[in-house]
């Protein structure tokens, strides 16, 4: 069974911090590609980050860039999101993604569309 599950989410203030978490379990970890994305009520889901299955290559939305920092830790089939500098705007359920990527590549995967696993989500809310 294909599991992936979120946690860190919650309420923060504008310019603080939250990191959330990801654990995977059911597919070869290592194998894929992991990915961040975001939706907010009204509006489409978003790519937030993307980090490939070998290299440690990432991809950020310039809306995030120089204030998230995606990262993964295979041996524990956990991949992060450390979010600073929050803004109202960031406010979203974040969820975490996983891409077949046997070999690695040059592709950022920022189309949900490529995706092949979905956790159910994480609220995050940032007050201003």
């Known amino acids: 069974e294909v599991q992936l599950v979120e946690s860190g989410g919650g309420l923060v203030q504008a310019g603080g911090s939250l990191r959330l978490s990801c654990a995977a379990s059911?597919?070869?970890?290592?194998?894929?590609?992991l990915g961040w994305f975001r939706q907010a009520p009204g509006k489409e889901r978003e790519g937030v980050s993307s980090?490939?299955?070998?290299?440690?290559?990432?991809n950020y939305a310039d809306s995030t860039k120089g204030r998230f920092t995606i990262s993964r830790d295979n041996a524990k089939n956990t991949v992060y999101l450390q979010m600073n500098s929050l803004k109202p705007e960031d406010t979203a359920v974040y969820y975490c993604?996983?891409?077949?990527?046997?070999?690695?590549?040059?592709?950022?995967?920022?189309?949900?569309?490529?995706?092949?696993?979905w956790g159910q989500g994480t609220q995050v809310t940032v007050s201003s």
């Open positions: 993604a996983a891409k077949y990527e046997a070999v690695d590549t040059t592709e950022f995967y920022t189309d949900a569309d490529e995706y092949d696993y």
């Open positions: 059911g597919f070869t970890f290592d194998e894929y590609a």
């Open positions: 980090i490939h299955s070998t290299g440690g290559r990432t």
